[in-house]
């Protein structure tokens, strides 16, 4: 294990149930921690995964993000998340024209709706998991919503996109349920772009198709590679940053008592969870030069994850980070990213969650999670539950 007593394994079950007091030992004796097993360098506090995050060109997204899929060229520049500027930057630029912030903004009334409709069908009942019967649903439908994802294809659009992220223990790739689903999805999203040539609709599919930049437009591809990441990680976080809300909020129920009381504090709130316990705990860069931090000499070539998980928990950037506070006064912090690769769909998945938490309390002020109420999902950089049992009789 190098010269630490601990090995930081990020496809570890037993880290994933409670990675935060392994993240405070690698911030306090290893802040330019390496894995010599898996080959990845790690850096945990604030500052140095900040710094990181802006410096593009020092640590590069072109080859891949996610670890175990780093290196590999089939993946790698397929998504923008996987790109460097100049390419990223005219991605963006080209996505942009339809997600936009007045488009996004636009969606708040069907947010409440889908929200309400999924709610209301819960009342009444005992215990419901809240996963399976909503946080999975409602970003899905409102992505739904935004593609023009016909009602009938959600569930399969959903269920592909969670075998994508997940990973089986002792095996870090996707398993062989994964890769058929990924084929399934690709297949689905171009026969819905077959469709909107024929037939153009007022949908984010189309205006996709058409957006344009100085005569440039999105190749097939792309636009597939931008449809398959809205519907994985566009989807998947969401539906865990509300799931870890809801598991803490019943951890911390005086903080949950705030937000019944003073619905006006749910905003910050959802800015609390996403430094406290984020979806998307780390974010894997290439280094594209050869560098000394923290005593440490990190190689060229090598591979380094950004773990905005344990940023979030330092100390030297939020006093007392282990206590959940949802009036804390937070600057900013990197579960969303930062710098050229901040989420581009980080305004929507705040609306959302805002949404959720207002409608959800404006029926539940109390509830317990059972000790059997609970099954965590499992994947590399996406921590949450695949299924939160919530008892409210």
Known sequence: MGETEFEYDPYSYEIDL??????????????????????????????????AFLDWQGYSSAQGTVLELMGDMDFAGSLIIFMDPPKQTRYRNLVSKAFTPARMRALQPRIREL??????????????????????????DVISTLLGIPKQDRDSVRGWSNDILHRDAGNPLPTKRGFE?????QTYFKEQIAERRRQPKDDVMTLLIEAEVDGDKLA????????NLLATAGNETVTKLLASAY???????????????????????????????????????TLMRDLELHGKALPKGAKVMLVNGASGRDERRFPDPDRLDVRRE???????????HVCLGAFLARMES???????????????????????MHSSNVRGFAGLVLEVG
């Open 115 to 140: 929200a309400i409709e999924h709610l209301d069908r819960l009342v009444g009942l005992p215990r419901f998991d809240v996963v399976r019967e909503f946080t999975a649903k409602l970003p899905m």
């Open 18 to 51: 409670d990675p935060y007091p392994l993240y405070r030992r690698m911030r306090d004796e290893a802040p330019a921690y390496y894995n010599p097993r898996l080959d990845f360098w790690a850096l945990t506090r604030f500052q140095d995964c900040h710094d």
């Open 354 to 376: 805002r949404v959720a938490l207002e409608e959800f309390f404006r029926r539940w002020p109390t509830y317990e999670v059972p000790e059997d109420g609970i099954e965590r």
């Open 330 to 340: 937070i600057e900013f912090h990197l579960g969303f990213g930062y710098g050229r």
């Open 181 to 185: 689903s990924m084929a399934m999805l």
């Open 220 to 227: 097939e591809n792309e636009i597939i590679g931008f449809f």
């Open 247 to 285: 598991y803490w909020l019943n951890r911390f129920p005086e903080q949950r008592r705030i937000l019944v009381e003073e619905p006006a504090v749910i905003p910050n709130a959802v800015e609390e969870f996403l430094r406290f316990d984020p979806p998307s705990q780390y974010q894997g860069r």
